[in-house]
Nanobody
Framework: QVQLVESGGGLVQPGGSLRLSCAAS????????MGWSRQAPGKERELVAG???????NYVDSVKGRFTISRDNAKHTVYLQMNSLKPEDTAVYYC?????????WGQGTQVTVSS
């Protein structure tokens, strides 16, 4: 079992920044990927950013140049730095961990971008 604890969501004005954190604990594999997805009301969940154990990143087009995913391998923690936030970024953000055998999701953290 792997447990994921997310933090860092909240309310921010358009143009502002937030940093999300997700700490993994438990039976963590030597090779794993972590990422962030989001789900807005009435919409399907979409992958926002992903990061492999070798450092390869991928982003959904709508956040490229604004969001940065990173990880601290020693702490088994992944971060999502979100800059220049827009109202359309409002959603529940979910952390995801996956290894060759299992896939886990965090409980989600709300991000609201509004003036």
């Amino acid at each position: 079992q792997v447990q994921l604890v997310e933090s860092g969501g909240g309310l921010v004005q358009p143009g502002g920044s937030l940093r999300l954190s997700c700490a993994a604990s438990g039976s963590i594999a030597s090779i794993y990927e972590m990422g962030w997805s989001r789900q807005a009301p009435g919409k399907e969940r979409e992958l926002v950013a992903g990061l492999t154990s070798t450092g390869i990143t991928n982003y959904v087009d709508s956040v490229k140049g604004r969001f940065t995913i990173s990880r601290d391998n020693a702490k088994h923690t992944v971060y999502l730095q979100m800059n220049s936030l827009k109202p359309e970024d409002t959603a529940v953000y979910y952390c995801n961990y996956s290894d060759p055998f299992y896939d886990y999701w965090g409980q989600g953290t709300q991000v609201t971008v509004s003036s």
